[in-house]
C-alpha cells in the first residue's frame, strides 16, 4: 500500500484546512486509516482514525469537536477537515494505514505510511 498526502499549507487562526490521502496499491487489505502529526521538537501523536468500512471514527481529545475525518472508498481516499485551527495544530500531518485494527490509536499499530504534509496556522 502506498499513500501520499496532500493540502497542506498556511492558514490563520481560527480558519480551515483539509488534507487528504490518497491510497494505492493493494488497497483492499486496508483496515483503518489514521492522520499522525508531528511538531517541531516534538514527538509524533496520534490525531484521527476511521475504519475503512464501517466509517467509526475516533479523535484525540486535543482535536475532537474540530477535526473531521472522512473517507471515500471508491477513490481510496481519507480527508482530515481542520477546522478552528490553533498555532499549536502547526506540525506535519501524515496519513497511515492498518491492516489489522479497528481504528488504532498508536503509531505501533499501523503497517504503511505516507510522507508528511505541512500544515502551519500563524497567530
Known amino acids: 500500500v502506498q499513500l501520499q498526502a496532500s493540502g497542506g499549507g498556511l492558514v490563520q487562526a481560527g480558519g480551515s484546512l483539509r488534507i487528504s490521502c490518497a491510497a494505492s496499491?493493494?488497497?483492499?487489505?486496508?483496515?483503518?486509516m489514521g492522520w499522525f502529526r508531528q511538531a517541531p521538537g516534538k514527538e509524533r501523536e496520534f490525531v484521527a482514525t476511521i475504519n475503512w468500512s464501517s466509517g467509526s471514527t475516533y479523535f484525540a481529545d486535543s482535536v475532537k469537536g474540530r477535526f473531521i475525518i472522512s473517507r471515500d472508498n471508491a477513490k481510496n481516499m481519507v480527508y482530515l477537515q481542520m477546522n478552528g485551527l490553533k498555532p499549536e495544530d502547526t506540525a506535519v500531518y501524515c496519513c497511515?494505514?492498518?491492516?489489522?485494527?479497528?481504528?488504532?490509536?498508536?503509531?505501533?499499530?499501523?503497517?504503511?505510511w505516507g510522507q508528511g504534509t505541512l500544515v502551519t496556522v500563524s497567530s
Open positions: 497511515a494505514a492498518s491492516q489489522t485494527y479497528s481504528r488504532p490509536s498508536y503509531a505501533s499499530l499501523y503497517d504503511y
Open positions: 496499491g493493494r488497497t483492499f487489505s486496508i483496515n483503518a
